[in-house]
């Protein structure tokens, strides 16, 4: 009996014990958990404090005046030897054509005022073909019907465009150059031959433009078809070959000379101006 009593002893007393140890490592598990929140927050305090630090400029750390003020030549300097180098790799522009004056001595007042405002617009070929149209209007006023500067440069466009449908040239032949050798034509044509009716200024202008294509384009002659009008052969090759003897020197100056040319292109221009 005695000994089973302390069988029971012994057995309860070791549960007590056990029980006393599971609490004081209960308690520790939870101490040391409460340690370690203290220390992680501790240490996360430390951390903020030392980047607020870090953020703040010291008085003693900051740049000073003149620092600030050679850092900011030193960025111009690099900006302007990044901006020579890129301008000295770019490729040079080609320089715009001076437009070369005209002398006024030799050219009467009303051409060079209006070569100055010629000069001051741009010109196209429509331009240059109602100027034509206008000189030929202004030497035909004694006829009973007056072509206008319109219709002489429907001739003109219509026979350019003849040639081309019928294949004998690729592009249009009518350009500034040209245009400007057909109105130094007319100008003489004028002088030499004698024009009664309108059918005999369609025919001045026509052969005008007929010498124009063989001088100054591909072919060496061209039909006479789309530049006849009387279908006259034998009067248009006469007439042809008087003006081209007559107007020969005035040919070779147009394209040997500058001056020359810059003066009939004026002179045509200012026809323009005397359109209604």
Same mark, same amino acid.
């Given at each position: 009996?005695?000994?089973?009593?302390?069988? #029971?002893?012994?057995?309860?007393?070791?549960?007590?014990?056990?029980?006393?140890?599971? /609490?004081? =490592?209960?308690?520790?598990?939870?101490?040391?958990?409460? /340690?370690?929140?203290?220390?992680?927050?501790? =240490?996360?305090?430390?951390?903020?404090?030392?980047?607020?630090?870090?953020?703040?400029?010291?008085?003693?750390?900051? %740049?000073?005046?003149?620092?600030?003020? *050679?850092?900011?030549?030193?960025?111009k300097d690099v900006k302007r030897e990044e901006e020579r180098s890129r301008v000295s790799h770019e490729e040079p522009t080609a320089p715009k054509p001076k437009i070369a004056p005209l %002398?006024?001595?030799?050219?009467?007042?009303?051409?060079?005022?209006?070569?100055?405002?010629?000069?001051?617009?741009?010109?196209?070929?429509?331009?240059?073909?109602?100027?034509?149209? /206008?000189?030929?209007?202004?030497?035909?006023?004694?006829?009973?019907?007056?072509?206008?500067? *319109?219709? =002489?440069?429907?001739?003109?466009?219509?026979?350019?465009?003849?040639?081309?449908?019928?294949?004998?040239? #690729?592009?249009?032949?009518?350009?500034?150059?040209?245009?400007? +050798?057909?109105?130094?034509?007319?100008?003489? /044509?004028?002088?030499?031959?004698?024009?009664?009716?309108?059918?005999?200024?369609?025919?001045?202008?026509?052969?005008?433009?007929? #010498?124009?294509?063989?001088?100054?384009?591909?072919? #060496?002659?061209?039909?006479?078809?789309? +530049?006849?009008?009387?279908?006259?052969? =034998?009067?248009?090759?006469?007439?042809?070959?008087?003006? *081209?003897?007559?107007?020969?020197?005035?040919?070779?100056?147009?394209?040997?000379?500058?001056?020359?040319?810059?003066?009939?292109?004026?002179?045509?221009?200012?026809?323009?101006?005397?359109?209604?």
């Amino acid at each position: 009996m005695g000994a089973t009593m302390n069988v #029971i002893s012994r057995s309860t007393g070791t549960g007590k014990s056990q029980k006393k140890s599971m /609490a004081a =490592v209960q308690k520790s598990k939870t101490f040391g958990d409460g /340690a370690v929140k203290k220390l992680t927050t501790a =240490v996360s305090k430390v951390k903020i404090t030392k980047r607020k630090d870090k953020d703040k400029v010291h008085p003693e750390s900051a %740049p000073s005046k003149e620092t600030l003020d *050679s850092y900011k030549e030193k960025s111009k300097d690099v900006k302007r030897e990044e901006e020579r180098s890129r301008v000295s790799h770019e490729e040079p522009t080609a320089p715009k054509p001076k437009i070369a004056p005209l %002398p006024s001595k030799s050219l009467p007042q009303h051409i060079v005022a209006a070569t100055r405002v010629a000069q001051e617009r741009k010109w196209t070929l429509t331009d240059l073909l109602q100027s034509l149209g /206008a000189f030929v209007q202004k030497h035909c006023t004694y006829l009973h019907t007056v072509p206008t500067a *319109s219709e =002489v440069a429907m001739w003109v466009r219509c026979a350019d465009r003849a040639l081309q449908l019928n294949g004998w040239t #690729i592009n249009s032949f009518l350009m500034e150059s040209h245009v400007v +050798f057909t109105h130094k034509l007319l100008k003489r /044509a004028f002088e030499t031959f004698e024009s009664r009716t309108l059918a005999d200024v369609k025919e001045l202008v026509l052969m005008c433009l007929y #010498i124009s294509y063989t001088y100054n384009a591909n072919e #060496i002659s061209y039909p006479l078809r789309p +530049f006849l009008v009387k279908q006259d052969r =034998v009067t248009f090759w006469d007439k042809c070959t008087t003006l *081209s003897l007559a107007a020969s020197s005035d040919m070779l100056r147009l394209n040997q000379e500058r001056r020359f040319y810059s003066e009939t292109l004026a002179c045509l221009k200012s026809y323009h101006f005397t359109l209604n």
